[in-house]
């Protein structure tokens, strides 16, 4: 069966660092992507970032450019995301996934592409 298992979250204050990583198991096909979302409690689930395993394509929103860098070691079937200069507005439970319809990331992740989800880790920002 397909798991993905994310560790790395925690409570920093704003300006911190964390690193989070995510590992894959049970999924044998050779291309596919990872992608990185977070959920805060009343808001819509939103795409951070994805990254290719085929062409190392990246993503990343708006509001975590420059500040979050994704990347992969594929075989080990690990997706990470290192988190710098965090902020408040970064606190919410994050997820890792795994695209099952396509391999590419060159747009904003998009749900219904993602067929197999990790539990979360949470990410509080706060002072």
């Known amino acids: 069966q397909v798991q993905l298992v994310e560790s790395g979250g925690g409570q920093v204050q704003p300006g911190g660092s964390l690193r989070l990583s995510c590992t894959l198991s049970?999924?044998?096909?050779?291309?596919?992507?990872f992608g990185w979302f977070r959920q805060a409690p009343g808001k819509e689930r939103e795409g951070v970032s994805c990254?290719?395993?085929?062409?190392?394509?990246?993503y990343y929103t708006d509001s975590v450019k420059g500040r979050f860098t994704i990347s992969r070691d594929i075989a080990k079937k690990t997706v990470y995301l290192q988190m710098n200069n965090l902020k408040p507005e970064d606190t919410a439970l994050y997820y890792c996934a795994v695209n099952v319809v396509t391999s590419r990331c060159a747009g904003t992740p998009l749900n219904y592409q993602y067929g197999y989800w990790g539990q979360g880790t949470q990410v509080t920002v706060s002072s």
């Open positions: 990254i290719s395993t085929s062409d190392g394509g990246t």
């Open positions: 049970g999924f044998t096909l050779d291309y596919y992507a």
